[in-house]
């Protein structure tokens, strides 16, 4: 599985041709609808539940150790279209949020990094809500993703 990192490192640098032969679709994490768990600095990838509700959300943030380590916890609505919280309570690398939407083309990463596992949780759970009104209660820096396919 390509780190998270890399992930992120995705959305910042141009695409090469080295890039761009890595295809979305077969990430494990953006391919799959339900909810994912990447810990141990991209190491660890689990699928969490294919159920994307408020209580998952809150049990998949649970599971995590936010003060060690870097994790992310990503929720996938239909492949290709996700909204993931990562990092760590350890101010060296502190929380940030991310949203990919591989069909349109758009990333977007959250101008006010959250400070709070509370503060990721209302994120994901804004991000779930019927429409874009996540867009409304959190500021992203959207970005157009070179098309890659």
Known sequence: MKSLFARILTLLVPVTPSVAANDWRADPVESRAGIHVVSNFGEEEVFFSTEISAQAIRSALRLVDWGEGFHAVTVVLVPGVSMDVSGSL?????????????????????REAPESVEQMEAILLAFIEPGDGWKDKW???FADVPIRD
């Open 139 to 141: 500021t992203f820096d």
């Open 90 to 110: 350890d101010p060296q690398h502190g929380l940030s949020a991310a949203y990919q939407n591989r069909h349109e083309h758009k990333a977007a990463v959250i």
